[in-house]
């Protein structure tokens, strides 16, 4: 069911409509059949490994609260942790492992499964209290708008609302179709559109120089921004018109100036699970710095094992974990010795940060794209050659046309990435959709129709799967 689909539209209307003409008390029940029939739309099959999820998850959250003995916690605790991973682990590295495949990896499968051990973490560590209503647990697994690709909610945050349903509210439902309108945008016009280029550079990296290597991973990391941030504005919005709030996933991460800083704005909900359920007590009270070290590259090869068992994921996330060690290790070596900086050059500097921070996360999202190891290295070796193409820009533009991706779409390239950075500046100054609801009427319902009819004209008649849907 794609979201900018008119089936997508009927059902989003109907949920919405009932939703607020049913009673509080019948908003779950709608909200998690419509749910599961959202879930049945992508994969009918999986509907049992996701139920089976759900019920254990359930019981072993009320067994680890009525239980009184320290031992019997912890041991209902490391089973709900071993049986999300577990399942987890089935369908994605079976093949990689055993070379047997169990099936198709159900959509969005570790979103749910970490969702569920955070689930089970509160509980244990005595911040949650366990869930009694089991349609209640059951939405907060696999509510429809973040079911496929997250964000990865904490039960803190969310289960109160389902229990406390909000009102009806005209302007957070103009709000949320407003965020819904422009992750749709993001998805269906910048990122797949970039996508055409992307995989004419990447399915015919031989004999490429340099520039052109360069232009299709810059591509990338716009693709992949504007993939994975339209999915989650999308869902973000959904929620909203919903009269729900979600946890928001993305905040311009191309224009943090420090690694720890682009950790903080890409994949938020991710991020903060790692960070919680696995730096932290990986590292203790009082660590040293050898063991905050070696818990940050644990720590981001764990992100790239939930990505999958591929090469090129393990090298991705090794090379994260590099750049955020030496980062560190360099920062505090500046703290001791006193060095500062010039006011004159603080900008300057910041702005020479930011380009090194992306370029850097660039490099790495070659290995995460590549289809393999020996795919990524092939890319990532070409981009360090023929740079002397700069200086003839016919030859550029007719490599460009040999990887057969369409010369309108290579020129498309840059406006797009323009309109994504321009938004994003205008964004830094504070939220954007309040200023301009502040605007005139015919202004701002002007700028409405305009992207919509941006959205319904230029978005790419097949339209890609979220590259999310795939974890």
Known sequence: MSYHSAIFALFFTAVVSLSYLVSRARRV???LAASTLFYLSFAAQNIFVLAGLIIFTYCAGLLIERSKSPRIRKLWLVAGIVTNLGLMATFKYSLDVLGKSFGVVPVGLSFHAFQAIAYTVEVYRGRQAAERSFPVFALYVMFFPQIAAGPIERPQDILPQFHNPGPFRYDSVVAGLQLMLWGMLQKYVVADR?????????DNPAGLSGPVTAIGAVCFSFQIFCDFAGYSNIALGAAQVLGLRLTRNFNAPFHADSMAEYWKRWHITLSSWMRDYVFFP???????MLRICACI????LANALWHGLRLNYLV????????????????????????TLNPFWSEPARF??????????TFAFIFFRGQDLAQSLRVATRLFSGWAAVLNPAAIVAELRNTGVPFINVLQAPLLIFVIEAIEYLRSGGPLRPRIA?????????IYYAVAAVVLLFAVPQAESFIYFAF
């Open 29 to 31: 029940p709608l909200l």
């Open 194 to 202: 970039l996508g055409v280029v992307v995989n004419g550079i990447y």
């Open 282 to 288: 990986l590292c203790g009270k009082r660590p040293r």
């Open 297 to 300: 590259m644990i720590v981001f």
């Open 316 to 339: 991705s996330g090794l090379l994260h974990g590099v750049y955020r060690v030496t980062e560190l290790l360099a920062s505090r070596a500046i703290s001791r010795r006193g060095w």
């Open 352 to 361: 020479a940060r930011i380009l090194l921070v992306f370029s850097l996360m």
């Open 438 to 446: 502040a605007l005139p009427v015919w202004y701002r319902w002007s």
